[in-house]
């Protein structure tokens, strides 16, 4: 079954702290995968994503994934995390063929100590 | 590129009566366009995919006469809670995919049914 795990239903972390945000998947194609951030009563924003290619991939804000397909993972990064930071960080998967639904994980959320 | 809008941003309605939600792709040609919907704090849940021109193909669970979904053409689709009630209350987000595989997730709406 496919499926998107993020085991961290909430993380609390001091301005300018590294973040490590995980996420695990299980797919039975070959995954394209994002990481989306949501603030309150929000849409979401696409921070990166990865189709192909390296498997550490930058996105906006300072953030960065890395894919290890021997662990099903795709953990998000940030060195120094900033009060405007705290959101809800959503991880998803989906097949590499057009108009296949994308999965969501139940999501982090992320709160920053100033 | 790639904008997506939704309209309304949030709607308040009665029990018993029908709302509709807009779903547009302003700079590109959508062929698929998903439906989302998200209770407070917890995930996206896929409603319905809807290919233009054709019936959307909704995920278990939802029911299709309850939640009309058209995508009459390639730029435009629509969602209609039918008799809402106030169980119906949620943050409906859509997204819309054209020549490539990505989505792109318009800022949602707000449904609060009284």
């Known amino acids: 079954a496919q499926s998107v795990t993020q085991p961290d239903i909430h993380i609390t972390v001091s301005e300018g702290a590294s973040l490590e945000l995980r996420c695990n998947y299980s797919y039975g194609a070959t995954p394209y995968l994002f990481w989306y951030v949501q603030s309150p009563g929000q849409g979401l924003q696409l921070l990166l994503k990865y189709f192909s290619g390296d498997t550490l991939v930058q996105g906006i804000k300072g953030f960065e994934a890395e894919f290890k397909r021997s662990q099903s993972s795709f953990n998000l990064r940030k060195p120094s995390v900033h009060w405007s930071d705290a959101a809800e960080y959503f991880c998803?998967?989906?097949?590499?063929?057009?108009?296949?639904?994308?999965?969501f994980g139940p999501g982090t959320s992320l709160s920053v100590i100033p | 590129g790639a904008v997506v809008s939704q309209h309304p941003s949030w709607v308040i309605c009665k029990s018993g009566t029908s709302v509709k939600i807009e779903c547009r792709s302003l700079?590109?040609?959508?062929?698929?366009m998903f439906w989302y919907r998200q209770f407070p704090k917890q995930s996206l849940m896929l409603m319905a995919t809807?290919?233009?021109?054709?019936?959307?193909?909704?995920e278990q669970g939802v029911e299709k006469d309850k939640f009309l979904i058209n995508h009459a053409s390639l730029t435009l689709s629509t969602l209609t809670v039918t008799s809402a009630h106030p169980e119906d209350s949620s943050f409906y987000i859509c997204?819309?995919?054209?020549?490539?595989?990505?989505?792109?997730f318009g800022p949602g709406t707000r449904l609060t049914v009284t």
């Open positions: 998803a998967v989906g097949a590499v063929t057009s108009y296949d639904k994308v999965i």
């Open positions: 809807s290919n233009e021109g054709s019936k959307a193909t909704y």
């Open positions: 700079d590109f040609q959508a062929t698929t």
């Open positions: 997204s819309a995919s054209g020549d490539t595989y990505e989505q792109y």
